[in-house]
């Protein structure tokens, strides 16, 4: 089973900062790894699959890159409505699909 | 409208059962592969189980294997999830969540219900 491991487990930002999450891959994935974010109360939602690639209407200030054992979600400038929790996951060797803990971002 | 819509969660006691369903609308159900994804309360997510567009192959995660069955019915355009032999760390929201995929075999959730709640208490 891939383990991933997300870091820091909490960053805090302030308003219209850069944010970068970390997400490494105990072994390689490729570039099979999707970002997902989730605000308190509601279901997961989709932002990068591809290790790159936005999912629709996800807005252009999320972007992820790496392949391989490490990658990263950067926001360029954080806004109100990006707090939350932000989970990794392979889907590189399955079964099973697995996710980071997450990291949650939260306001300075 | 894109949409996923579970339900069957609630309070049952431990060695019991539960059925979850998943009604899918607004896109052609049958034409895709399928995830349950569970979230204890205050934890992260789970992939459980998973089946083929055509109810072919179902994968599960090695904890659930013999408890848990995942099974569809395209012409109702529903998801299920059987439930078996119920243990307090069961508790959770249990997700439904379309597969899509750029490559074949390589599938990501790009769909997500706003899931049921599972809890497992005597």
């Known amino acids: 089973e891939i383990v991933m491991t997300q870091s820091p487990v909490t960053l805090s930002v302030s308003l219209g900062e850069r944010a970068t999450l970390s997400c490494r891959a105990s072994?390689?994935?490729?570039?099979?790894l999707a970002w997902y974010q989730q605000k308190p109360g509601q279901s997961p939602r989709l932002l990068i699959y591809g290790a790159s690639t936005r999912a629709t209407g996800v807005p252009g200030r999320f972007s992820g890159s790496g392949s391989g054992t490490e990658f990263a979600l950067t926001i360029s400038s954080v806004q109100s409505e990006d707090f939350a929790v932000y989970f990794c996951q392979q889907y590189s060797k399955w079964p099973p699909y697995t996710f980071g803990q997450g990291t949650k971002l939260e306001i300075k | 409208e894109v949409q996923l819509v579970e339900s069957g969660g609630g309070l049952v006691q431990p060695g019991g059962s539960l059925r979850l369903s998943c009604a899918a609308s607004?896109?052609?159900?049958?034409?895709?592969?399928m995830s349950w994804v569970r979230q204890a309360p205050g934890k992260g997510l789970e992939w459980v189980a998973n089946i083929k567009e055509d109810g072919s192959e179902k994968y599960y995660v090695d904890s659930e294997k013999g408890r848990f069955t995942i099974s569809r019915d395209n012409a109702r355009n529903s998801l299920y999830l059987q439930m078996s032999r119920l243990r307090t760390e069961d508790t959770a929201v249990y997700y439904c969540?379309?597969?899509?995929?750029?490559?074949?075999?390589?599938?990501?959730?790009?769909?997500w219900g706003k899931g049921t709640t599972v809890t497992v208490s005597s």
């Open positions: 969540a379309r597969n899509d995929y750029s490559v074949r075999w390589y599938y990501y959730m790009d769909v």
């Open positions: 072994q390689s994935v490729g570039s099979h």
């Open positions: 607004g896109f052609m159900f049958r034409a895709y592969w």
